[in-house]
């Protein structure tokens, strides 16, 4: 019977499971909705993670496995409390498949778990090891740093209402203002009303604000705006560039104070770039790679183009004692030199 581990990523706008076998290939995919415990209530996690895992489970191409390991990082998991009741919510749904006979040799009885953030296994998908700086930016964002003694550290991540500069949700919101401020003359026309009011269904700017007054846009909607800001910024648009470009620079204010705090600014280190935002736009990706080099040139930054998921499946495989038979974690990451093509 092969021997398998999960891997699982938690975030703002959805959740996916991989199975693993024992040398690192993903042999099964599953996805369900948001785990953020800060956007959605335990039964809602329950279910994404229910979904997840049982799709990673019956898309395998392997007909026999036992699971020995599962890990999994979760957005808004800072606290150690929420990763305790992430990982009780995580075991009752592995114990429904130990009260079913078809399945109850599917886990081992000692199987381990391990709840992290979702900053730890993104920087161990793009890194292949707990040491250098991730930045994510998606439907939320956050910096988080380590070294291999250990050393920590973070910028960002603290919450919609306090934080959250250079996330998907902030280039949404900001897009939604400048529609408003152009409706009303307070600022430039841009191209940004065209695109999302028609995203959005809406005839015009006042139209969309009385509806979004009546009913406020959800966390995961506003970040999907993002996408219609890189699209204007694309056709030329300045409103959406500078929206775009103050991303940028906030989320390089945030790299160079982990990398000052872990003491990286005079040496090499990997620099994940992980989330929907910097995968999908270079109008932020590009500038800020080139913004933290100026202050900190040893970063060797890694857009992570694979699942962040496989993160915690490195993590999973270790954790069973399979990580001599994996690779680094690097495979599907495209890396940047940050030469002058940035």
Known sequence: MKRCVLGIDGGGTKTTCLLSDDTGKIIGQGRGGPANPNLVNTDDIR?????????????????????????AGIAGGGEEETRHTMRKVICQVTDRYGADSRYKHLFAGDMQIEVYTDAIISLVAGAGKRHGVVVISGTGSIVYGERFDGKTARAGGWGNFLDNEGSGYEIGKM?????????????????????????LHFSTPAEMAAHILKKPPEYAGVAGIAKLAHKAAKSGDTVALHILTNAAVELCHGVLAVAKALSFTKENFPLVLAGGVLRNSDFVE????????????????????EEQAKGAVILALKLAGMEKSQGNGTGGNSERNGGGGI
């Open 286 to 305: 590009k500038p800020l790679v080139h913004k933290v080099r100026q202050s900190a040139p040893g970063a060797m930054p890694v857009l992570l183009a």
């Open 175 to 199: 897009a939604l203002r400048a529609i408003m401020r152009a409706y009303d003359g307070r600022d430039r026309q841009t191209h940004l009303a065209e695109y999302i009011l028609k995203e």
């Open 47 to 71: 279910a994404a993670m229910q979904e997840s895992i049982s799709g990673a489970i019956h898309s395998s191409s392997v007909p026999e496995f036992r699971i020995e390991a599962l890990c």
